[in-house]
């Protein structure tokens, strides 16, 4: 069975420092990867996605991802991160061509500091 | 587009009785899911529908649990009778396809947040 594995419970940063989210999944086969996103009071939403090639991947509002395969991790990155990415983030997996669905770790709050 | 609908934001009951929840996806949205997420955790799929018929729900608890998606559109979720350990936000996503193609991304819902006291 999958797994998914986010240490950092909640992160606390000052805007313009750079950030990254850990995550970690156990599955020996391939897999496909997913961000989401949380803000206050808002559903669920896709911030990126992997599904093949490019290990290094981009998503939206400056946030990108890095599948490292041999670490089973796909880590979340921002370079400089603004009061509004205040939010809770999702790591997620599934096996590609199953209907096995969206596994998710138990997610991170983030907190910027203005 | 219209985004999925959920209904009601929130809901309190007290242990023992039922409630229900309703969800209209997306239109044309073949799929549709059911998410328990508790306080603190990440959302755990209860059931998935691909029209009206089941694909997984495996880890529904089907003795209190149950859920339906008769006409492959809309859907519900019903809990009978409550205990307090299902206080959680239920969510409802759609998508066009299996997760697992190239453009069936997952759209979640606004959820509703259940408290059993």
């Known amino acids: 069975a999958q797994s998914v594995s986010q240490h950092n419970h909640h992160v606390i940063l000052s805007e313009a420092a750079s950030l990254e989210l850990g995550c970690n999944y156990s599955?020996?086969?391939?897999?496909?990867l997913f961000w989401y996103v949380q803000y206050p009071g808002q559903h669920l939403q896709l911030l990126l996605k992997?599904?093949?090639?490019?290990?290094l991947v981009k998503g939206i509002k400056g946030f990108e991802a890095e599948f490292i395969k041999s670490k089973f991790s796909f880590n979340l990155r921002k370079p400089s991160v603004q009061w509004s990415d205040t939010a809770e983030y999702f790591c997620a997996v599934n096996e590609p061509g199953s209907a096995r669905q969206l596994t998710f770790g138990s997610g991170t709050q983030l907190t910027v500091l203005p | 587009e219209a985004g999925v609908a959920q209904s009601p934001r929130y809901k309190i009951i007290e242990k023992r009785q039922s409630v229900a929840f309703w969800c209209n996806p997306i239109?044309?949205?073949?799929?549709l899911y059911w998410y328990q997420q508790i306080l603190g955790q990440g959302p755990k799929l209860l059931i998935q529908?691909?029209?009206?018929?089941?694909?997984?729900d495996s880890q529904l608890p089907k003795d209190r649990f149950s859920a339906e998606r008769l006409k492959g559109v809309d859907s519900t979720l019903k809990i009978q009778p409550a205990k307090l350990e299902d206080s959680a936000v239920y969510l409802c996503a759609s998508s066009l396809a299996r997760t697992g193609s190239n453009n069936s991304p997952l759209h979640f819902g606004n959820g509703t947040r259940l408290t059993v006291t």
């Open positions: 529908f691909q029209n009206n018929g089941v694909v997984d």
């Open positions: 992997y599904f093949s090639g490019d290990p």
């Open positions: 599955y020996g086969g391939t897999v496909n």
């Open positions: 239109s044309g949205h073949a799929t």
